[in-house]
């Protein structure tokens, strides 16, 4: 298994409250990403990380934010939390995206989060 | 833009069986690729297989296979010899050259049951 983990696991907050989320990786890759999974959507691409300190927009990146300060770390930040954003929360990483081979992304255990 | 459709909320088979989940996609995109994820009760997303678009043959992993109709657009996932253990939901997603592999769409998913 890809060693990525997520921090924390569970956790409810209210409305208005700042909230970050960590995933860390060991291996390696250059590629990261947060998605987020509602039930009727599948999952939708938050922002996603080309490098240290490289990050872009997904499909949903309105109310979320996110910084990349090392290869193995990437934060997900919900500035002021509502309650549209409960939701469950995966980290992936991948090796490259690219048409070739290693493109496949590896997720995370995930983040049930509730705001209240 | 990419879609993913996936038309079958829930399917049923008995173990032993062999099942396929359907997957349409549309894309403009010259070159694109499409994946298969599982996701457990236990929540976490489980890489199966990829197929690229420019890839001669259909792909296959163990008892994974993808039925690759570049005409129809679509992209089965084929499991043979169904196990308990297969029952979960599946999702198709896809990625593309001009909309970026890192920006994969997700399907919303089919719920598989397998019965003993």
């Known amino acids: 298994d890809a060693g990525i983990t997520q921090s924390p696991r569970h956790k409810v907050t209210e409305t208005g409250t700042p909230v970050t989320l960590r995933c860390h990786q060991t291996?390696?890759?250059?590629?990261m990403y947060w998605y987020r999974q509602d039930p009727g959507h599948g999952l939708r691409l938050i922002h996603y990380?080309?490098?240290?300190?490289?990050?872009d927009k997904g499909e949903v990146s309105d109310g979320y934010s996110v910084s990349r300060s090392k290869t193995e770390d990437f934060l997900l930040t919900l500035e002021s939390a509502t309650s549209s954003q409960t939701s469950v929360y995966f980290c992936?990483?991948?090796?490259?995206?690219?048409?070739?081979?290693?493109?496949?992304?590896?997720f995370g255990p995930g983040t049930r989060l509730t705001v209240l | 833009a990419q879609k993913i459709t996936q038309t079958q909320p829930g399917m049923f088979v008995q173990e032993k069986e062999a099942v396929t989940l359907d997957c349409t996609y549309d894309?403009?995109?010259?070159?694109?690729?499409l994946f298969w994820y599982k996701q457990p009760s236990s929540g976490e997303m489980i890489f199966l297989i990829y197929q690229g678009s420019y890839d001669q043959q259909n792909a296959t992993e163990g008892r994974y296979s993808l039925n690759f109709q570049k005409a129809r657009k679509s992209a089965n996932l084929v499991i043979s010899a169904s196990q308990l253990g297969d029952s979960a939901m599946y999702f198709c997603a896809s990625g593309g050259l001009n909309t970026g592999f890192q920006k994969l769409v997700f399907g919303t998913g089919t719920r598989l049951l397998v019965s003993p």
């Open positions: 990380s080309y490098g240290v300190k490289d990050t």
């Open positions: 291996e390696n890759h250059r590629y």
């Open positions: 992936a990483i991948s090796e490259s995206f690219s048409s070739g081979s290693n493109n496949e992304q590896f």
């Open positions: 894309t403009s995109d010259p070159s694109y690729g």
